[in-house]
């Protein structure tokens, strides 16, 4: 029988199989656990806006990503049902920026997660938070004995 710190590290590589996304904007899953996940991502000069500052949407998508890979860390099938972003400061090119997701609540079906976008220096760049759903499931055949 796995253990729930075991498990969430076979959710989140079940999940980067095929996470196409994350790999094409050098998104990097840092660590995982039941609720939590960690990941980074370099600012790229493809990823800068007519500001020259990190575009929103790239900083959105670290966020979402780190959120996805918390709310499926407990081996449910898990979307997002909602999302919201507050971008607190710029990010700029070559800024290092660092997600890190934990689980707020989480019901039968319906979660809420923060997440926390820093840049290399531990400036708050964004607060995040989504609203999961578990639609069914599991991204991980469970072992025998193990309880849901």
Do not use: K
Request: charged share 15%.
């Amino acid at each position: 029988m796995s253990t729930p710190e075991q498990l969430a590290r076979d959710c989140g590589e079940a999940l980067w199989v095929g996470d196409q996304a994350c790999r094409a904007l050098g998104v990097t899953l840092v660590s995982i656990a039941p609720g939590t996940a960690t990941m980074t991502m370099r600012v790229e000069p493809d990823m800068v806006n007519g500001h020259d500052l990190c575009h929103g949407g790239l900083i959105f998508t670290l966020a979402d990503s780190c959120f996805a890979y918390a709310c499926n860390s407990e081996n449910f099938n898990t979307v997002a049902a909602g999302a919201r972003i507050e971008f607190l400061a710029p990010a700029r090119l070559g800024d290092q920026l660092t997600a890190s997701a934990h689980q707020v609540q989480q019901g039968r079906r319906s979660g809420i997660y923060d997440v926390t976008v820093v840049n290399q220096t531990h400036q708050p760049i964004a607060l995040f938070r989504g609203n999961s759903h578990r639609i069914g499931g599991h991204l991980v055949e469970a072992s025998a004995g193990e309880i849901e």
